[in-house]
C-alpha cells in the first residue's frame, strides 16, 4: 500500500492550492479516505473524510466552505481544494485510508502547505 500527497507550498492568505494524493496496492474504490493534518508544534486534526463512491463528504468545522474533498476512482486519486487559505491552515497534510473512526491503517508521508505573506 502506497499513497504519496502532492501539490503543497507557499501560498498568500486568501490563495488557493489543490492536494493530491497518488495511490496503489490497494481497492481505492472500496475505502473511505481522509485528509489529516499537523502544525508546527501541535497534534493531529483531522480535516475531511470521502465515501468510498465520492458521494458523501464530510469536513472539520475548520474546512468547511472553503476546503473541499474528491475522488477519482479510476484513477486512484484523492484530492482536496482549498480556497480561502489562512496562515492557520499552515500545516503537514496527509492523506490516510480510513478504517473506522478517527482510525487509519496507512499515511502517506505529507506535503507541506505554508500560508504566509
Known amino acids: 500500500v502506497q499513497l504519496v500527497e502532492s501539490g503543497g507550498g507557499l501560498v498568500q492568505p486568501g490563495g488557493s492550492l489543490r492536494l493530491s494524493c497518488a495511490t496503489s496496492?490497494?481497492?481505492?474504490?472500496?475505502?473511505?479516505m481522509s485528509w489529516v493534518r499537523q502544525a508546527p508544534g501541535k497534534g493531529l486534526e483531522w480535516v475531511s473524510d470521502i465515501t468510498s463512491s465520492g458521494d458523501f463528504t464530510y469536513y472539520a468545522d475548520s474546512a468547511k466552505g472553503r476546503f473541499t474533498m474528491s475522488r477519482e476512482n479510476a484513477k486512484n486519486t484523492l484530492y482536496l481544494q482549498m480556497n480561502s487559505l489562512k496562515p492557520e491552515d499552515t500545516a503537514l497534510y496527509y492523506c490516510a485510508r480510513r478504517i473506522g473512526v478517527v482510525s487509519y491503517d496507512y499515511w502517506g508521508q505529507g506535503t507541506q502547505v505554508t500560508v504566509s505573506s
Open positions: 496496492g490497494f481497492t481505492f474504490s472500496t475505502y473511505y
